[in-house]
């Protein structure tokens, strides 16, 4: 079973330095990240700024389409205005089968604000008690969702990007 974990730190820069902790943790076999993202927002801005991963995993699982439908769908939406918040609302209703639904939408929403950062994280095989700790003494709190092997799978496919061959 796959688990998408939210990492909320009290600083713009809690999550993106929380990154090397998680890179120990990989290493050290007690995490199996297979995606991840973050987001930082300072004080000073409207709008967070996001950033997919793909350096701490390779290739990511997801992939961009899924990060940034996530994050326009958390951060974006209401500043969109209602008609076209409720487009995305009805779309948004695609995610509650894979393990995202409105609860989980306005959690985040409501915790990561501006001076806050989040980090997102897809993992696969974890040590809980030996993660937890390490992630609590960055001061993070943590929301979590678990997804099912066949609500990942949907999300996975849901999310693939079409890559084209390159031509040379």
Do not use: Y
Not at 39 to 51: A, C, G, H, L, Q
Not at 103 to 113: A, L, N, P, S
Not at 141 to 148: D, G, P, Q, V, W
């Amino acid at each position: 079973m796959g688990t998408l974990s939210v990492w909320k730190f009290d600083s713009a820069a809690g999550a993106e330095n929380a990154l090397a902790l998680l890179s120990r943790l990989q290493k050290e076999q007690l995490i199996t990240v297979t995606d991840a993202a973050f987001v930082s927002w300072p004080e000073d801005r409207k709008r967070p700024r996001t950033k997919e991963l793909g350096k701490l995993t390779g290739t990511g699982a997801l992939g961009g389409g899924f990060w940034g439908f996530l994050f326009g769908l958390i951060f974006f939406v209401p500043f969109l205005g209602m008609a076209v918040g409720a487009a995305v609302g009805a779309l948004a209703g695609s995610l509650t089968h894979v393990g995202i639904d409105e609860d989980f939408i306005r959690e985040i929403r409501r915790q990561v604000v501006p001076g806050t950062s989040a980090l997102f994280v897809v993992t696969g095989d974890v040590v809980v008690d030996r993660v937890l700790e390490p992630f609590k003494e960055t001061g993070a709190s943590l929301i979590t969702t678990n997804l099912s092997t066949e609500q990942e799978e949907k999300l996975r496919e849901a999310f693939a990007e079409t890559q084209e061959p390159q031509q040379v």
